[in-house]
């Protein structure tokens, strides 16, 4: 089976911008969770989808949305980006949740310029 | 303070010495996950552990989860090169969510 995979792997934006990530799911799953890793805060939970609904959400601004398709591939959006935005996102796979074994894609790393 | 606390932050040791890292809860587990990632890249997954007194190994690396102290650690026996890497674990909450704690980056000399 492929693994999970996010496009694109790395970008260059500047402030005031909006980017959208992409990210493909392991083939069965049904759930995709976001995650956002800095040097200064580690990792930390975005959001997780599962069957077309956010299923829990973190603590992050507004600014950060995402959605996922029928097809189970999901995207994150960030508007409006800050230099504080600047950082690796990863997203998860799970058959069934965010409560059960995750596997990792790749990364986008972002930086805001 | 973080809700997992992970120790050491980081670690350097010799080509064939064993190791442990610890990871403790502040609050119930439900469910333990162990993770190794490269540096920049994504994480892989090492080993759940559920239920309190579980251990589970996967070649040189074992993982205990002690429910009652809310504590898990990661035991890498005779450890090389091919080990060195961040270590995270995660753990499972009430809410769904899965919250990691901030690493411990492993060195191996060789």
């Known amino acids: 089976k492929a693994g999970v995979t996010q496009t694109p792997r790395y970008l260059i934006k500047t402030r005031g911008q909006q980017v959208t990530l992409s990210c493909s799911p392991i083939s069965g799953h049904r759930s995709v969770s976001w995650y956002q890793q800095t040097p200064g805060q580690g990792l930390q939970f975005l959001f997780e989808?599962?069957?077309?609904?956010?299923?829990n959400k973190g603590n992050f601004p507004g600014r950060f949305s995402g959605r996922q398709f029928s097809n189970s591939r999901s995207e994150m959006n960030v508007s409006t980006l800050e230099l504080g935005d600047s950082a690796l996102y990863l997203c998860?796979?799970?058959?069934?949740?965010?409560?059960?074994?995750?596997?990792f894609g790749p990364g986008t790393r972002l930086t805001v310029t | 303070s973080q809700e997992l606390e992970q120790s050491p932050q980081s670690l350097i040791v010799q080509e064939g010495k064993n190791l442990t890292i610890n990871c403790t809860s502040s609050?119930?587990?439900?469910?333990l996950y162990w993770y190794k990632q490269k540096y920049g890249e994504g994480l892989i997954f090492l080993m759940m552990l559920q239920k309190g007194g579980e251990e589970k190994s996967h070649e040189k690396i074992t993982a205990k989860l002690d429910e009652k102290k809310q504590q898990s650690s990661l035991h890498i026996t005779a450890s090389q090169p091919s080990h060195a890497g961040i270590y995270l674990c995660?753990?499972?909450?009430?809410?769904?969510?899965?919250?990691f704690g901030q690493g411990t980056t492993l060195q191996v000399k060789p």
């Open positions: 995660g753990a499972g909450r009430n809410t769904g969510k899965l919250i």
């Open positions: 989808y599962f069957s077309e609904t956010q299923r």
């Open positions: 998860a796979s799970s058959p069934q949740g965010s409560s059960y074994e995750q596997y």
């Open positions: 609050k119930t587990l439900y469910g």
